[in-house]
């Protein structure tokens, strides 16, 4: 982190699939601390830019720096890097042949090196946590969608990153299980954890988030705390957006 307390920054960020221009430099700054929600319609590059902070997506151009040190130039520990950016997906990715417990162990056992009695005490804390200690013995295939939500949640935590990304996580799931995802995610927020958040909840961002950035076209058009974008925006298409989203504008 450095001494402003910035734990990610993006320079002149940009990324091409061939000719289609996804991310057009996209800069900002990401404090510790800070829930950080990214809304815009569907194609305007959110997730894009959110696997381009730990280089799932391979950046074209400009620049992330990741507490410090410019993740993008040659020879960084991308395994290191990972360590501490827990990243949650739309989909689950549990694996099914695994129980829940060996699926959250597994990570840091093979990684941190951690032993099994260390990670699996981690394990129950955080599945005790969120209310799910009894189903530690289960396998994924016996658990609603929102459990498997809430557990790929407890999987990235117990790697003990210092960041956590989520790209979408409850657009997967039945309306009824929701909630209950969004529930552990404001509970993290709460305790002042650093979140990177893709999403089309707008209650979600307007209730937990510090900052909104509002993405189209693969630019950043605004950004503000969610009383200035919700009830105040300035861009023509952020008014657009949350006007086809909400009853409010």
Do not use: W
């Not at 993008?72 to 989909?91: I, P």
């Amino acid at each position: 982190m450095t001494d402003n307390g910035v734990l990610i920054e993006t320079k002149g960020l940009k990324k091409n699939f061939g000719e289609l221009e996804v991310l057009k430099g996209i800069d900002v700054q990401i404090k510790k601390g800070e829930v950080v929600v990214v809304i815009g319609p569907s194609g305007s590059g959110k997730s894009t830019f959110l696997r381009c902070l730990n280089r799932l997506e391979e950046p074209t151009g400009g620049s992330v720096i990741f507490e410090g040190q410019d993740i993008c130039a040659a020879g960084v520990d991308l395994n290191a890097l990972r360590q501490k950016m827990g990243m949650v997906f739309q989909q689950f990715n549990l694996f099914n042949h695994l129980t829940i417990l060996e699926n959250i162990t597994i990570g840091p056992m093979l990684v941190k090196k951690e032993s099994q009695a260390e990670a699996e005490q981690t394990a129950m804390r955080l599945l005790g946590r969120i209310g799910l200690a009894d189903k530690a013995k289960e396998y994924p295939s016996r658990l609603s969608g929102g459990q498997k939500q809430r557990i790929a949640i407890v999987r990235a935590l117990a790697m003990g990153p210092d960041v956590m990304l989520f790209d979408e996580p409850t657009s997967a799931l039945d309306p009824e299980m929701v909630g209950e995802v969004l529930s552990v995610m404001q509970d993290l927020a709460e305790e002042g954890r650093t979140m990177v958040v893709v999403t089309h909840e707008m209650g979600f961002a307007q209730k937990v988030a510090s900052r909104v950035l509002f993405m189209d076209e693969g630019q950043i058009l605004e950004e503000g705390t969610p009383d200035q974008i919700f009830n105040h925006p300035r861009s023509p298409r952020t008014k657009d957006f949350l006007s086809k989203v909400l009853d409010v504008i």
